[in-house]
C-alpha cells in the first residue's frame, strides 16, 4: 500500500496499573510528533461525572452512569486531549482518591467500555495517536500498527506511583500498602487487561524511562 492510502497512524500501550503507560505514551507521542490518548483517563472522567450526580457506588447502574457520560468531553491540545467535565478543566478530580476507588466499577461495564471504546476510535480517525490503556491492542485497535505491552513487577509500579505523588522514595510501610492496593486494582481491571498476541513485551522494571521510549519509538519509526 502506497504511504497515501496507508491508514493514520495508531501505537497502543497497554499494561497493568502504574506500569508507566500514560507517561512513557506521553514522551513517544511528543518524539513522533501525534497526539497522546488516555483511554485510562476517559474511565476516570466518566467515573467523576458519575460521582458528582451522588448516591452509593454500589447501587449505580450501568444506565445511570451512561446518562452522566454525556456530560464529558476531551479538547484536543497540541500534544495530547484535555479533560473536561461540564465544559470545565477538572484533572485534579479525575486523579483523587474517590475516582480511583470506583472507576474499575465502571470500567466493569459493558455499554460503558462501547461508549468509550467510540469515543478514543472518533479520535484515531481525526489524529494520528498514541494510546495507552489496557485493551487498546485487542478490543479497540486490533490493527495498530505497533503494539506495546508494558510490564513491571508490583513492587515496582507502587514504587513509581508514590514517588509520583509524593515526590520522594516510599517508606517500607507506604510500599507494602500500596502494592496491595495496585494488586487489588489489577484483579479488578483483569478482564480487559490481557496483551495482543502481536504484542511487543516491555518490561520496564529495570531500565530507564528514556531507554524504553527510545525503544518503542525506533519500532515505530519502522512501521510508519
Ligand atoms: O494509570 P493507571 O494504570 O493507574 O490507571 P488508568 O490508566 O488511569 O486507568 C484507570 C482505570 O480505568 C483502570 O483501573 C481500569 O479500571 C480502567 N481502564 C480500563 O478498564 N480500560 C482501559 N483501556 C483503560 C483504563
Known sequence: MSSANRPPLVVTIDGPAASGKSSTSQM???????????????????????????????????????????????????????????????????????????????????????????????????????????????AVFPDARLKVWLVATPEERARRRIVQRTGRQPTSAELAEETRALEARDAKDQPQTQPATDAVWIDTTGITQEEQVRQIVLLARERR
Do not use: K
Request: charged share 25%; hydrophobic share 40%; net charge negative.
Open 28 to 138: 513517544v507521542a511528543a518524539q513522533l510528533g501525534v497526539r497522546h490518548v488516555d483511554s485510562g483517563m476517559i474511565y476516570r472522567l466518566v467515573t467523576a461525572a458519575r460521582l458528582r450526580a451522588g448516591g452509593t457506588s454500589e447501587s449505580w447502574t450501568e444506565q445511570s452512569v451512561l446518562e452522566e457520560a454525556g456530560r464529558v468531553s476531551v479538547a484536543p491540545g497540541a500534544t495530547s486531549f484535555e479533560p473536561l467535565l461540564d465544559g470545565e478543566p477538572c484533572e485534579g478530580e479525575i486523579r483523587g482518591e474517590a475516582v480511583t476507588r470506583t472507576v474499575s466499577l465502571v470500567a466493569q461495564m459493558p455499554r460503558v467500555r462501547a461508549w468509550v471504546n467510540a469515543l478514543v476510535r472518533a479520535t484515531a480517525s481525526v489524529h494520528e495517536i498514541v494510546v495507552d490503556g489496557r485493551d487498546m491492542g485487542t
